[in-house]
């Protein structure tokens, strides 16, 4: 008696990152927690001011520093948050208008970010380059390898991106989807 062993290989894809269901990109986290610092480093400086007319040097030096720590961070407060306000409304758009491109692929000159910063990662797939960095505040995926992101060599992607982003972000393509193929063994019934 022989057995035939008979196995059909489905193709699935796992959602590994989504930029309409993530929440605060890498990079505006960092951002909006130094703005966070700064503005309550900078209004502790401000409140220790004793105020009057005639500033000796000290204070002086102090309000200073303390008006500079809290204008830096409320900046970086703006830029956060504005990013995250912008950003939902951004891919829901693209998406709605398809204004999207996928494709599919192992990534190719695949480069990664060292842990220390100071570079990008960077990748190819079917000839589009990507290339982005936890420290970066650009629209789209930004988190790399070295800091618990999903893009690795060797593994089969399906990456949904805008091709179009804007003149200043300079950025290349944003990553709005990252899709990671998965063999399943399924015996018919």
């Given at each position: 008696?022989?057995?035939?062993?008979?196995?059909?290989l489905?193709d699935?894809?796992?959602?590994?990152?989504?930029i309409?269901?993530e929440?605060?990109?890498t990079?505006?986290?960092?951002?909006?927690?130094?703005?966070?610092?700064?503005v309550l480093?900078g209004?502790?400086?401000?409140?220790s001011?004793?105020?009057?007319?005639?500033?000796?040097?000290?204070?002086?030096?102090?309000?200073?520093?303390?008006s500079?720590?809290?204008?830096?961070?409320s900046?970086?407060?703006?830029?956060?948050?504005?990013?995250?306000?912008f950003?939902g409304?951004?891919?829901?758009?693209?998406?709605?208008q398809?204004?999207?491109?996928v494709?599919?692929?192992?990534?190719?000159?695949?480069?990664?970010m060292?842990?220390?910063?100071?570079?990008?990662?960077?990748?190819?797939?079917?000839?589009?380059s990507?290339?982005y960095?936890?420290?970066?505040?650009?629209?789209?995926?930004?988190?790399?390898?070295?800091?618990?992101g999903?893009i690795?060599?060797g593994?089969?992607?399906?990456?949904?991106?805008?091709?179009?982003q804007?003149s200043?972000?300079?950025?290349?393509?944003a990553i709005?989807?990252?899709?990671i193929?998965?063999?399943?063994?399924?015996?018919?019934k």
């Amino acid at each position: 008696m022989t057995f035939q062993k008979k196995t059909d290989l489905l193709d699935m894809y796992r959602t590994l990152y989504d930029i309409r269901t993530e929440g605060m990109p890498t990079s505006l986290r960092l951002f909006f927690l130094i703005g966070v610092a700064a503005v309550l480093i900078g209004g502790l400086l401000l409140v220790s001011w004793k105020g009057g007319r005639r500033l000796p040097v000290k204070e002086a030096r102090l309000l200073l520093v303390g008006s500079a720590f809290a204008l830096f961070g409320s900046l970086f407060l703006v830029l956060s948050v504005g990013s995250m306000i912008f950003s939902g409304p951004r891919a829901d758009k693209i998406f709605a208008q398809k204004l999207f491109r996928v494709v599919e692929g192992f990534p190719l000159n695949y480069h990664p970010m060292p842990k220390e910063g100071h570079d990008e990662e960077k990748f190819e797939i079917q000839g589009i380059s990507f290339h982005y960095s936890d420290y970066d505040t650009r629209f789209g995926y930004d988190n790399a390898a070295s800091h618990g992101g999903v893009i690795h060599p060797g593994n089969y992607y399906r990456i949904t991106y805008y091709p179009d982003q804007d003149s200043l972000e300079a950025g290349g393509p944003a990553i709005l989807k990252i899709e990671i193929k998965d063999s399943v063994s399924v015996r018919p019934k």
